[in-house]
């Protein structure tokens, strides 16, 4: 279901994850990495999104510092997912966001089968969404904020320094009630600075949706998909 192909930023060109549902989109999602980069998970996920009809597309953030990568869930990918997150910033990956937000809002999206190519839509007043996941949940709540884009962010730990930039689209949090890196202050923070936002937190641990982590927690992972698609149809 997904291809890798290459868009246009101001930062360069980079790769990026596509996944394109059967018949015309119900809107357009970018996928926010992890600090892991376009994995396995972020690609399964891409595809997931795709087979409940969104065309998503899954950048490389860190392509501009260091391309194709893919770091495991240990100690080492851990430290070097954090050299690259420093060094790409949240601007640089804001910018490349905004460029699969733009490919996304494009008529021609090309969609492959294994019959022959055809030439599906997203119509301009279709939404665009961000979903974004550790990492890639604080750059999602940016997209909001600074870019305009409605938001859904999973247990996204370096948001505190700018919880209380105004909103300017939909928000989606989900947080990890047993999430080491975001304690219960913060999530009641995030509750009192944005009052307008959906919020949900759920009796799990980080990285709860992801399958590669030792805090996987399928009920919750399934249940909070389930409040996302919900969210993402009443845009």
Partial sequence: M???????????????????????PRGGIVVIQEIFGVNAHIRGVTERFAGLGYAAIAPA??????????????????ARGRELVTAIGFDGALASVNAAAEVLRKENLRLSD???KDVRAVAHDAHVAVVGYCWGGSVAFLANTRLGLPAVSYYGARTMPFVHE????????HFGERDGSIPAADIAATRDAQPR?????WPAGHGFNCEMRADYDADCANKALAVTMAFLERL
């Fill in 197 to 201: 936002a959906e919020i949900h937190a």
């Fill in 2 to 24: 997904g291809e890798r192909i290459e868009i246009d930023t101001p930062n360069g060109r980079i790769g990026a994850w596509q996944a394109m549902p059967g018949g015309k």
């Fill in 114 to 116: 294994s019959r022959h």
């Fill in 166 to 173: 105004p909103l300017r689209a939909p928000m989606l949090f």
């Fill in 61 to 78: 953030l860190f392509d501009p510092v260091e391309r194709d990568v893919e770091l495991g869930y240990d100690a080492a990918g851990i």
